[in-house]
């Protein structure tokens, strides 16, 4: 397996832009994370989907963050408008479930930084 | 809340043995897991500890104490490669479903 895919790999947008972040999970994983990694705040949870819907989003900063999963090997995360502070790397990562010893796969990561 | 702490950085000497230290404050407890993740890469997949004790897999290994809400990693023969960050990631049930929690992760130089 190709293992989680992300795309694009690095982005650098300016203030106000739309940003679009794209992620295709390993096939047949069940689960679908999108964390957000700073030097300040660690990897953070933003936003999980099971079979292709939203549980938990707890972590999605504000309204300016959106995520979707139109189908079980796609889903999308935007930030529109971007701001500086929204720098970070973003991470996609899937799992088969949520149980035992099933770990989380993750992708390479998208570096974005907003100027 | 949820809370986990390790160490923000440790140094070591190629060949020897260096243990790293978590301590977590959660509701929920349904497992930990240890990742690494060299600089500018992803997390990867170290181990996976529920109940007590100590599991073991080749250089690694990571011991686990609920009672004490503990967790270390032992890394042996260490070499220059094992520089990394090593998170510690707890699984808390809240809210009707699991999510895992990482702590800051421990920068860990080798050197010769």
């Known amino acids: 397996d190709a293992g989680v895919i992300q795309s694009p790999r690095h982005e650098v947008t300016e203030m106000g832009q739309e940003v679009t972040l794209r992620c295709k999970p390993i096939?047949?994983?069940?689960?679908l994370f999108w964390y957000r990694q700073t030097m300040m705040r660690g990897l953070e949870l933003l936003i999980y989907?099971?079979?292709?819907?939203?549980?938990?989003d707890s972590g999605m900063p504000e309204d300016r963050f959106s995520a979707k999963m139109p189908n079980a090997s796609f889903s999308t995360l935007k930030i529109q408008p971007s701001e500086p502070r929204d720098s970070a790397v973003y991470f996609c990562?899937?799992?088969?479930?949520?149980?035992?010893?099933?770990?989380?796969?993750f992708g390479p990561g998208t570096r974005l930084t907003v100027l | 809340g949820q809370n986990i702490d390790q160490p923000t950085e440790m140094t070591a000497t190629e060949g020897a043995i260096v243990q790293i230290n978590c301590t977590y404050q959660?509701?929920?407890?349904?497992?930990l897991f240890w990742y690494q993740q060299h600089a500018g890469e992803a997390p990867t997949f170290l181990s996976y500890?529920?109940?007590?004790g100590l599991e073991e897999k080749g250089r690694f290994s990571s011991f686990l104490s609920r009672s004490k809400g503990y967790s270390y990693l032992l890394l042996k023969e260490l070499q220059m490669k094992d520089s990394a960050s090593y998170l510690c990631?707890?699984?808390?049930?809240?809210?009707?479903?699991?999510?895992?929690?990482f702590g800051a992760g421990t920068r860990l130089a080798v050197h010769p």
């Open positions: 500890n529920v109940l007590d």
């Open positions: 959660t509701s929920g407890f349904n497992g």
């Open positions: 096939s047949g994983h069940d689960y």
């Open positions: 990562a899937s799992s088969l479930s949520l149980a035992g010893g099933d770990t989380q796969y």
């Open positions: 989907f099971n079979n292709n819907v939203p549980i938990d």
């Open positions: 990631a707890v699984r808390v049930f809240s809210g009707g479903y699991n999510k895992l929690i």
